[in-house]
Nanobody
Framework: QVQLVESGGGLVQAGDSLRLSCAAS????????MGWFRQAPGREREFVAT????????YYADSVKGRFTISRDNAKNTVYLQMNSLKPEDTALYYC????????????????WGQGTQVTVSS
């Protein structure tokens, strides 16, 4: 099992930027594809972005493409989500997740999750 701890959330205004971090421990980090998901009140948890084990390939939801960037530092066992040009509709609890080997956009494929970090974007 991988332990995941997110940080970096907060309250910002529309157009601002935030960088979320997710620190992993407990297993070999480079065996895991990593993903970011988010859940707004009253809505299902949805895919945001995912990254391969090496960091060489990334995938994004259409709603964040061009604004968000996922990256990882395997030396630090950490994955990041840089969020630019934030919109009120980006307001949600953001979760980091880990999956062995291959990334997918399906939350059901991820077995290890963090506790989430809140992002609130005011208009």
């Amino acid at each position: 099992q991988v332990q995941l701890v997110e940080s970096g959330g907060g309250l910002v205004q529309a157009g601002d930027s935030l960088r979320l971090s997710c620190a992993a421990s407990g297993r070999t980090f480079t065996n895991y594809a990593m993903g970011w998901f988010r859940q707004a009140p009253g809505r299902e948890r949805e895919f945001v972005a995912t990254i391969t084990r090496s960091g060489g390939s990334t995938y994004y939801a259409d709603s964040v493409k061009g604004r968000f960037t996922i990256s990882r530092d395997n030396a630090k066992n950490t994955v990041y989500l840089q969020m630019n040009s934030l919109k009120p509709e980006d307001t949600a609890l953001y979760y980091c997740a880990a999956r062995l080997w291959i990334p997918t956009p399906n939350r059901e494929d991820y077995g290890d999750w963090g506790q989430g970090t809140q992002v609130t974007v005011s208009s």
